[in-house]
């Protein structure tokens, strides 16, 4: 069910105080202020975000506030004028301050006021207590959500048996949304560090996002794929001794490739640049030997790729999803480097390549 008008309105102005110079707030609050008579408080802002406009060199954006002053009969004239003034004589010239440091909400940032708030209308506000879960390690729940007050913890266990804290999230922040796109199982727990506010969306709602503004999808599957990455490096063996920056140096340069059952992930010859990392689900890979059709089930976490000879398959092998299957392509640079500076990384992936060599040995006996 869609926010009530008065929840939507709470909704809003919590994310002008997180986003002051996003017009996709800005706006609709200030109509939804005159819509329920606060004439003054609409008019102060409209003033407000003028000025700011103004002063980020956005004047085409002031001008508008602007015109907004005057359809609501704001009693400062004189003010309005000065920044008419000026704003019109900066529009033409070369002034631009805007160096795209200013804080937006990407996932709204390519839509319409109207198409935002929308989307913003179909979450439900959750009251959070300190210390509450909001979504644990391991449980399936395909929920998204925007941090309003208060903030977040996120930790998790890691494969070594470890307890770690991964972040601390803030208002404007979002979390859950991998477990959202790629309806895995939540990778981290999530816990109010103190009483908080946050809009929840179903899987529904951010996939009706991402169909109606692909630039706004795309951003949310760059974010998505760098945090599954991330936290896939917390969860595997191999990647235990990895500092934080080596981390997101993973994340960063690698992506995630998502493939349905049966499908070709890649053949013998082709893995040359990368290292594949099987995130979730399994693959199969299959060559002949003396005739025969050999077949080897990799799951996750098993790495494969022509980078290292520890990792090199049988010649003419050929990869395919065993059911749905995502896998982290991770540059060669990426994969060197780990390689020479983490004995334990070396060690791992020699004794990974050591046991698939033996389980490949053992099949064609």
Request: aromatic share 6%.
């Amino acid at each position: 069910m869609p926010l009530d008008q008065e929840s939507l309105l709470h909704v809003y102005r919590d994310m002008h105080q997180i986003f002051p110079e996003d017009l996709h707030f800005a706006r609709p609050l200030i109509q939804m202020l005159q819509n329920i008579g606060e004439i003054e408080s609409a008019r102060e802002l409209a003033i407000v975000m003028a000025r700011r406009m103004l002063a980020r060199g956005r004047a085409g954006d002031a001008i508008g506030f602007l015109e907004i002053c005057r359809l609501l009969e704001h009693p400062d004239q004189d003010e309005i004028e000065a920044l008419r003034s000026m704003a019109q004589v900066t529009a033409d010239g070369p002034i631009d301050m805007e160096s795209g440091t200013g804080k937006l909400f990407l996932l709204v940032d390519q839509l319409s006021d109207q198409e935002g708030r929308d989307f913003l209308e179909h979450g439900r506000l959750l009251n959070v207590s300190k210390g509450e879960d909001i979504v644990r390690q391991g449980e399936v729940n395909r929920n998204f959500y925007l941090i309003l007050e208060g903030s977040m913890e996120v930790h998790m266990d890691t494969a070594t048996g470890l307890h770690v804290t991964l972040s601390q999230l803030e208002p404007g922040h979002f979390f859950g949304e991998f477990a959202c796109v790629y309806q895995l199982p939540r990778s981290a727990t999530v816990t109010a560090a103190d009483d908080a506010l946050v809009l929840e969306f179903s899987d529904l709602a951010v996939s009706q996002l991402m169909q109606r503004s692909p630039i706004a999808g795309e951003r949310l599957m760059q974010i998505v794929q760098a945090r599954l990455i991330h936290s896939m490096s917390y969860t595997h063996p191999a990647m235990a001794e990895l500092p934080e920056a080596d981390r997101k140096w993973l994340a960063d340069e690698s992506h995630v490739l998502e493939f349905m059952d049966g499908t070709l992930i890649t053949r013998d010859g082709e893995m040359e640049d990368r290292c594949c990392i099987i995130v979730y689900g399994k693959a199969v890979a299959t060559h002949k030997e003396n005739e025969e059709s050999i077949r080897l089930t990799m799951q996750t976490g098993d790495m494969f790729g022509d980078v290292s000879s520890h990792l090199r398959l049988p010649p003419d092998s050929i990869i395919n999803a065993d059911g749905r299957c995502l896998v982290c392509s991770m540059p060669k640079e990426v994969f060197r480097s780990f390689m020479n500076a983490y004995g334990s990384f070396e060690h791992w992936v020699e004794v990974h390549g050591r046991q698939r060599r033996q389980n490949l040995y053992n099949r064609t006996q």
